[in-house]
């Protein structure tokens, strides 16, 4: 079965540090970019970050840049992104997604979300105090 599966959500203080995990099954994980998103409520989806196939191209939006880092783990066969110094404003679902029209691309990733086919459920964060 094909899916993606995050993980790693809860409660963070600002000023905090949290690590979501992206499982991809039922397909080769690390031949597709991967991106993650968030949405809050009554607001639009945003992309959050994305990396390419081989990691050679990482990208993050400016509201994450320096604080957030999206990684591949080869062992465990997951896509991470480590937060730091989250904001409540930050407070979000967070999604991650496959797109399997770049399979084996390695020059980019896509940032625009519409594009990604494969999407979890998402794992909520909630940055309070």
């Known amino acids: 079965q094909l899916q993606v599966v995050e993980s790693g959500g809860g409660l963070v203080q600002p000023g905090g540090s949290l690590t979501l995990s992206c499982v991809p099954s039922g397909f080769t994980w690390d031949y597709y970019p991967i991106g993650w998103f968030r949405q809050a409520p009554g607001k639009e989806r945003e992309t959050i970050s994305c990396i390419s196939v081989g990691d050679n191209y990482k990208y993050y939006a400016d509201s994450v840049k320096g604080r957030f880092t999206i990684s591949r783990d080869n062992a465990k066969k997951t896509v991470n992104l480590q937060m730091n110094n989250m904001k409540p404003e930050e407070t979000a679902k967070y999604y991650c997604?496959?797109?399997?029209?770049?399979?084996?691309?390695?020059?980019?990733?896509?940032?625009?979300?519409?594009?990604?086919?494969?999407w979890g459920q998402g794992t909520q964060v909630t940055v309070s105090s």
């Open positions: 997604a496959a797109d399997f029209d770049m399979g084996g691309y390695v020059r980019s990733c896509p940032k625009n979300s519409s594009v990604y086919d494969m």
